[in-house]
């Protein structure tokens, strides 16, 4: 029989459990996340850098409110991120969500700290208006600052806080060196590259002279599409490099086309050579594929000259990566004039592989040519597969069992050019030659964080506007069904053992 006294130990022993689980929770934090993409979990690369923390950060986030759900939802994510870094920095990281519409004031606060206003569109009453919104974050150590002024939905929200909070907490950034001498581009003609890669790097001109090769304060070397024939004394400069254990990433053109005159010539610049010594041969030859991007064609149409996109099988879209750190979340890099690789293995010390390669539609042209851009392709001109665009080198490439060599067959790929020639490039191509050079020159496993984000999975095109609401409504619909119905399946199965409960005869002896 319960006794007003057993109630009340029971209810001081149920709030002992809960009091003691909240201690548990707050000093163990931990959470359980089915997400295919990991999107809730930290890597091991962001407990790295809050564990070496020594000075709190201060993360103020700016958010406006009453934004529409999938917007809503930024802001729930940015907070739920937040908490897991506050627990594992043991609460050096700091964090605040500010409401800028609240006031002017705070309002005009978020701008001089560097976050702008959006303009979102929303639906009210059938009705599409835009809305002012803010979504940015302004990250801080002691007196100095980093803005991440646009938080995208699906963005990899934990690069770019881990990145930012490295970047505050470490004074003195690896070097890069970028080979110039050649005819290669300078720093100003990979402004995406580089403003990629200054996050975490300084990446500096350097020159080869007849004394001196690689300076040793450099870890990483970078050449890209040089045009100049390379004498032989910097090739000895390269196998002193990786001798000492350097990394080398190489982006060699040995085809060059030419939209303007509809000409392609091969390149040579001594490199190709050198290249085929540790097993890996870049053809002088136009890699030509099914996937591939459009040019565009002026034609005819009536009385006017219309622009009209044409497939233009030069400008590979390359789809299919291996599974390496380096193209980890890229789905699609365009390669203009890239030549096809092939391996081979010259050493068992040494390890060879792709990756990148085409599709399964591709094909090989030879210089000299001229492009027809409005030529028919047929199946013919696509007979080969697979080919590789991309590879690494590992192993005891040139006396030392560290080196590792990434090579891309076209120099041009993540190339902005200079002056009016300049062009912004897609997000993978420059994340591609990015994560390239992160996986080169750091050992913290951020190259891993760039590319994670929200993976979005719309309903394919194709599909008819019938066959999708059917897909939303059984979507919405199915789980409710199947709760209805294991609701009605318990209820029968508890009604049956009821019944035979009842219907049980008992019998019982009389004592005699």
Same mark, same amino acid.
């Given at each position: ?38 999107? @809730?979990?930290? $890597? ?17 986030? @700016? ?38 519409? +609240? ?114 304060? @450099? ?61 890996? +041969? ?36 390359? !789809? ?35 990756? &990148?390669?085409?599709?399964?539609? $591709? ?19 696509? *007979? ?51 994560? &390239? ?17 929200? !993976? ?5 095109? *194709? ?40 219907? !049980?005869?008992?019998? !019982?002896?009389?004592?005699?």
């Amino acid at each position: 029989m319960l006794t007003r006294k057993k109630i009340q130990i029971s209810i001081l022993f149920v709030a002992g459990i809960i009091l003691l689980l909240n201690i548990l929770a707050n000093k163990f934090f931990f959470r359980l996340d089915y997400t295919e993409d990991q999107r @809730y979990s930290l $890597s091991n690369a962001t407990k790295d850098i809050l564990s070496d923390l020594n000075d709190p950060v201060t993360i103020s986030a @700016y958010f406006s409110e009453d934004l529409p759900p999938d917007i809503e939802k930024v802001r729930q994510d940015f907070r739920d991120i937040l908490v897991e870094y506050s627990s594992y920095s043991d609460g050096l990281i700091v964090y605040e969500f500010i409401n800028p519409s +609240e006031s002017q004031e705070t309002e005009m606060k978020a701008q001089q700290n560097g976050i702008q206003p959006i303009m979102i569109n929303v639906r009210e009453r059938d009705q599409m208006k835009q809305q002012r919104a803010y979504l940015g974050a302004l990250v801080q150590m002691g007196e100095r600052k980093e803005i991440i002024p646009f938080i995208q939905p699906g963005a990899a929200m934990e690069y770019a806080l881990s990145t930012n909070i490295k970047k505050l907490s470490v004074t003195d950034k690896p070097q890069i060196a970028l080979l110039q001498g050649h005819g290669e581009p300078g720093i100003n003609a990979i402004q995406q590259l580089n403003n990629q890669l200054s996050i975490l790097y300084t990446l500096n001109p350097v020159e080869f002279s007849d004394t001196l090769g690689v300076p040793f304060q @450099y870890k990483t070397l970078v050449v890209i599409a040089p045009k100049d024939t390379i004498p032989d004394l910097h090739f000895k400069y390269f196998n002193e490099f990786l001798n000492r254990g350097g990394r080398l990433l190489i982006a060699l053109n040995t085809v060059d086309g030419d939209l303007s005159t509809g000409a392609g010539s091969k390149v040579y610049t001594g490199l190709e050579d050198w290249l085929k010594e540790k097993g890996i +041969e870049i053809e002088p030859a136009f890699l030509i594929d099914a996937s591939c991007s459009n040019v565009m064609v002026q034609q005819q149409q009536g009385f006017f000259m219309m622009n009209t996109p044409v497939r233009f099988p030069y400008l590979p879209n390359i !789809t299919e990566f291996s599974e390496h750190p380096i193209t980890e979340g890229l789905e699609t890099v365009t390669f203009p004039f890239v030549s096809p690789i092939r391996l081979s293995q010259k050493d068992t010390s040494v390890v060879v592989y792709p990756l &990148a390669v085409s599709s399964d539609k $591709s094909g090989v042209q030879n210089p000299p040519l001229y492009f027809d851009v409005m030529k028919q392709w047929t199946a013919a001109d696509f *007979s080969l597969s697979s080919l590789p665009v991309a590879v690494i080198v590992e192993g005891n490439i040139a006396g030392n069992s560290n080196s590792k060599i990434v090579v891309f067959s076209d120099g041009d790929f993540a190339v902005n050019g200079e002056g009016q020639q300049a062009q912004q490039l897609q997000k993978d191509n420059i994340s591609l030659m990015a994560n &390239a050079i992160d996986w080169l020159s750091d050992d913290t496993g951020l190259i891993e964080l760039r590319t994670k984000g929200v !993976t979005s999975r719309p309903l394919d095109a *194709s599909l008819e506007d019938g066959t999708k609401s059917l897909l939303k409504y059984l979507n919405f619909l199915l789980p409710i069904i199947l709760i209805i119905i294991y609701g009605v399946f318990r209820f029968q199965l508890k009604r049956k053992i009821r019944t035979e409960l009842i219907s !049980t005869e008992y019998v !019982t002896e009389d004592k005699q």
